[in-house]
C-alpha cells in the first residue's frame, strides 16, 4: 500500500535505479496497491458484541459505544456506527458503534377537568399524538376534559397517541323568561340558545311553543 503511488505504479525495484545486475539477473519490483483503506461494514441491526467484532476482523479500532433513543431499532441492537458503513478508511481508525435504548417513555399527568385546549397543547408539545372527541357532561365545564385514555400519573411511548374527552356542557338550557317581549327578539334569543322555535297565536297575541 502507498498513500501517493497510485495502484498498479511501481513503487521501488532491487536493485534500486542505477544498480547493475548480470545478463539474465532477477529485478524484483515493488507494486502500488494504491491507499490502503478498509470498508466500514453494516452494524445495523446487531447486537453490539458481535458489531464489535465484525470491526476488529479487519484492522480497525472500536471507539466505544453511544445509547439513543430510537422508535425502530429494538432495544439493544445497533442503530448505526461512526463513521457510517460504506465509508472507506484508514487502518486503525476507531469506531464508535451507536445502540438503540429502544422508543423513549415520557411521563404525562392527568388533565381531567382542566382545559382542553391546555391539554392538546401540552401533550403535543411532549411528542405525543393528541385525539379530542366530545361530549355532553353536567359536572364538567364545557372545555374541560372530561377524561383521557391512558388515564393517570403513567407515562407512554413517545409518539403513541393519547384520547381526549372535552366536555360540550350540560345537554340541557335554561329556558329565559320571553313572556311580554316582541315576538322577533323572542325568537331570536331562543334560537341564540340552539332551540327550535315554533310560533302558535292565540287571538291577537302570539306564543311560543
Known amino acids: 500500500f ?3 503511488i497510485a495502484a498498479g505504479k511501481i513503487l521501488e525495484s532491487d536493485p534500486s535505479g542505477g544498480g547493475k545486475v548480470d545478463t539474465g539477473g532477477v529485478v524484483k519490483l515493488v507494486i ?3 491507499q490502503e483503506r478498509y470498508v466500514i461494514p453494516v452494524l445495523t441491526g446487531l447486537t453490539p458484541e458481535v458489531a464489535i467484532k465484525t470491526l ?8 466505544g459505544i453511544a445509547e439513543e433513543f430510537n422508535s425502530t431499532i429494538p432495544k439493544g441492537l445497533v442503530i448505526s ?3 457510517s458503513n460504506g465509508q472507506k478508511v484508514k487502518r486503525d481508525t476507531p469506531v464508535t458503534i451507536l445502540v438503540s435504548k429502544g422508543v423513549e417513555e415520557i411521563a404525562y399527568t392527568t388533565y381531567v377537568g382542566q382545559s382542553g385546549d391546555q391539554a392538546q397543547n401540552e401533550l403535543t408539545d411532549a411528542g405525543f399524538n393528541v385525539e379530542s372527541t366530545f361530549a355532553y357532561s353536567e359536572t ?3 372545555g374541560a376534559v372530561i377524561s383521557q385514555t391512558p388515564a393517570g400519573l403513567v407515562s407512554a411511548p413517545k409518539g403513541s397517541t393519547i384520547t381526549l374527552v372535552v366536555s360540550k356542557g350540560s345537554k340541557f338550557v335554561f ?3 320571553v313572556y311580554s317581549i316582541e315576538t322577533s327578539k323572542a325568537i331570536a334569543a331562543l334560537k341564540d ?3 327550535k322555535v315554533k310560533v302558535r297565536s292565540m287571538g291577537k297575541k302570539s306564543v311560543k311553543n
Open 2 to 4: 502507498d498513500e501517493e
Open 32 to 34: 502500488s496497491k494504491g
Open 56 to 63: 476488529t476482523n479487519q484492522p480497525l479500532k472500536s471507539a
Open 81 to 83: 456506527s461512526n463513521p
Open 140 to 142: 364538567i365545564a364545557a
Open 175 to 177: 329556558i329565559p323568561n
Open 193 to 195: 340558545l340552539g332551540l
